[in-house]
Antibody, heavy 123, light 107 residues
Framework: QVQLVESGGGVVQPGRSLRVSCAGS????????MHWVRQAPGKGLEWVAI????????YYADSVKGRFTISRDNSKNTLYLQVNSLRAEDTAVYFC????????????????WGQGTLVTVSS | DIQMTQSPSSVSASVGDRVTITCRAS??????LAWYQQKPGKAPELLIS???KLQSGVPSRFSGSGSGTDFTLTISSLQPEDFATYYC?????????FGGGTKVEIK
């Protein structure tokens, strides 16, 4: 069955950087687009970014554009999110999620989610 | 960007009640609409894709309808395990956007 396991969260000071990872298994990782979605404490879901199956296309939410970078290593079945210049408002659970499609063009559907990793931005 | 407006933001209901949640897109999205259920401390789970396609393993008391800009999620007879927060999401274009969520609470 599809499994997505995030890691790398923690407490980080404002302005610092962090990389969170997501290991995928139970499916052909290199065939599907992958997303990051975040959820601030007590708030709703906020989409962050998507990367296409081969890493050639990326799209970002305006709120993170220029500070966050999504990437993937298909040889390791792993998705990454590099988060720079962190702000208090970036505090959230970061979910890795699989798309049902390739992510190479518009038209997406998130069909599986990981359990999330908590990133807390605090001095 | 496409805005997704979900209503109500919360609803109190009893076991056996019929519950309807609506989601409106700021522009037409054909049937690129999904519904998710999230329980406290858990990841969301996909209930319905393509506006009305029930996912495997999801009880038939859940149904979705609509196309274009107006969509509905209906729970025909609320069960104890259905108390959760529900989100709509459009996948028509990037950025992907979610509705604000509807919390279904016990009356």
């Amino acid at each position: 069955q599809v499994q997505l396991v995030e890691s790398g969260g923690g407490v980080v000071q404002p302005g610092r950087s962090l990389r969170v990872s997501c290991a995928g298994s139970g499916f052909t990782f290199s065939s599907f687009g992958m997303h990051w979605v975040r959820q601030a404490p007590g708030k709703g879901l906020e989409w962050v970014a998507i990367i296409s199956y081969d890493g050639s296309n990326e799209y970002y939410a305006d709120s993170v554009k220029g500070r966050f970078t999504i990437s993937r290593d298909n040889s390791k079945n792993t998705l990454y999110l590099q988060v720079n210049s962190l702000r208090a408002e970036d505090t959230a659970v970061y979910f890795c999620a699989k798309d049902r499609y390739s992510g190479a063009a518009a038209g997406s559907l998130i069909d599986y989610w990981g359990q999330g990793t908590l990133v807390t931005v605090s001095s | 960007d496409i805005q997704m407006t979900q209503s109500p933001s919360s609803v109190s209901a009893s076991v056996g009640d019929r519950v309807t949640i609506t989601c409106r897109a700021s522009q037409g999205i054909y049937s690129w609409l999904a519904w998710y259920q999230q329980k406290p401390g858990k990841a969301p789970e996909l209930l319905i894709s393509a506006a009305s396609k029930l996912q495997s393993g999801v009880p038939s008391r859940f149904s979705g309808s609509g196309s274009g800009t107006d969509f509905t999620l209906t729970i025909s007879s609320l069960q104890p395990e259905d108390f959760a927060t529900y989100y709509c999401q459009q996948g028509h274009s990037f950025p992907v956007t979610f509705g604000g969520g509807t919390k279904v609470e016990i009356k």
